[in-house]
């Protein structure tokens, strides 16, 4: 009975699977079940379906091919066209954000090559605690300062040229830079130029005090180097290298005589070779603004100190101990006095401000360097009879070299100028 009851459930079971497979391929077969291409099958189908209730109303028959802009049947829904719009609207802010983005990249060769500025700079200069310039008769070594400082606002011009070689496509590492061809060796140049005048005062324990001394200063410079872009091209870094000469100059003098003079102006000249490097960085903020920051070293090659002597007068008389005859002491020019070593430090932040057909920028500055102490070399004193002597008293009693002391020399300063 068992065996019985057990046969006919599973021939029940048979009989249930084998009517919902039929039932299941009837429904089927009434869907139409979209192909290879299932939107075309669709409207073939209902385009086929069209041309047959035409022909039976007495119309001319249509074939699929020859009818597919005709709308056929109000029961389409619009809902894909609605769709379709809302994917439209949807799309919009994307497309917004892409042309945002876009905006923000750095078109290199569009950049402007010619920057034209006003400068106003404070100017310091400081030496050690040792003798400044000269060696002197009247001070001992053991004074507590003999630094000697000068200090005062020059203002002048800045221009540059930059020049930008096209690449064949953007780099962003060194990677890419190893790896490209065609790309130049370099491609960012540029040639500055900076002029500064105004007056310096001058303060020395031992030489005493000076006001509104004439001073000037120079700086000319070129820069080699190559431009790096961010992931973005929001950003390019540039890093470089080149050659520099500058040149400061003033009339504050150091000499100093208690009998006749408080103080005894003369003119200084200094003068350095340099290599500079460094990296700077331009940063597109929007359509309205950029801005750029720069970090620089720079290691002296060769740099002389010469001190217009001859402007002091003579100071006293003497009698040439060899000769018995009388003798006027005069000053001559020193030679030139070779700076051993130095380095320097330089670093601004420019605001950049876009405008249609040219830019305005402002640019705060520093600049600092720091020399060391010169070779030395005797004080050349002249007489009346043409005699040279390499010693403060021309019967050779004092013997004290001339040199430049090692100094320190701070620019801070503000640019206010125009991008062409």
Sequence with gaps: MKNKLSYLSFCILIVLMVSVVFFSNIVLAAVPVPQDNGR????????????????????????????????????????????????????????????????????????KKIELALQWTSHYYKTDKNRPYYYDLLYA???????????????????AYTYRRPTTYSVHNIKDLMESEGNPFFTFARAEVELSFGNVDYDSYASGKTSNASAWQGNFRLLAGYDFLSPDESLMITPYVGFGYRRVTDEAGGWVDTIVYNHMPYESRYQYFYLPFGVETLKQVNSDWDISFKL???VLLSGNVELGLSDIPGLYSATDLNTGLPITIAFRDSDKLKVKSGFGVKTSLKA??????????????????????????????????????????????????LYEPASYTFDVGLRLGMQF
């Design 141 to 159: 070594s053991s004074d507590p300062d003999n630094q000697a400082k000068k200090s005062g606002l020059l203002s002048g011009v800045y221009a």
């Design 352 to 401: 950049i401000k876009k405008l249609q057909f040219y830019n305005v920028f402002v640019e705060p500055f520093f600049e600092m360097w720091r020399m060391s102490k010169s070779d030395s070399k005797a004080m050349l004193s002249v007489s009346t009879a043409d005699q040279y002597y390499y010693s403060a008293y021309p019967d050779g009693s004092e013997y004290k070299p």
């Design 40 to 111: 075309d099958q669709l409207i073939n189908d209902e385009l086929e379906s069209a041309a047959r209730r035409l022909d039976s109303n007495g119309h001319s028959r249509f074939s699929a091919d020859e009818s597919q802009s005709i709308v056929i049947d109000k029961d389409i829904t619009p809902e894909p066209v609605i769709q379709a719009v809302e994917d439209v609207e949807s799309f919009e802010p994307v497309a917004e954000a892409v042309v945002e983005v876009s905006d923000n990249k750095i078109d290199r060769e569009r950049l």
């Design 296 to 298: 620089e070293g720079a």
